[in-house]
């Protein structure tokens, strides 16, 4: 897992935290308006997004239901996350500051080996 404040600021930012007894919540990976980072064998690896969006983000609309995708790639580790977004605030509420959840299933691979674990999106303020 990564730690807080010491690999990534939890402030304004996106992250995925691990579901499930064995994962405790721990944040898997993060990213605010640099790169994203995550902690792959001991080491901070940091992560290029190749796509983010959903089924109506194009339109600047997120609500419940909305498929949410995300990809991320560095040399040869690829991550993706697919999931159902499950909350969403209001956008015509003055105080939304774009936060949303999506809960569904993140997908790592490592060269050949591919592994799958329950997970939580999270992004906002």
């Not at 609309?61 to 690829?78: E, H, P």
């Amino acid at each position: 897992p990564l730690e807080v404040d010491k690999d990534v600021d939890i402030g304004c930012d996106c992250h995925i935290r691990l579901l499930g007894k064995r994962a405790r919540g721990e944040i898997f990976l993060a990213w605010t308006t640099s790169d994203p980072v995550m902690r792959l064998n001991g080491k901070i690896l940091k992560l290029r997004i190749t796509q983010s969006g959903g089924t109506r983000q194009r339109e600047g609309v997120t609500s419940i239901g909305d498929t949410q995708v995300i990809r991320l790639v560095a040399s040869d580790v690829r991550v993706r996350f697919e999931g159902r977004v499950v909350s969403a605030c209001d956008s015509n509420e003055n105080e939304c500051e774009g936060e949303e959840a999506s809960e569904g299933s993140l997908f790592v691979s490592v060269r050949s080996k591919s592994h799958s674990f329950p997970a939580t999106c999270e992004c906002g303020c």
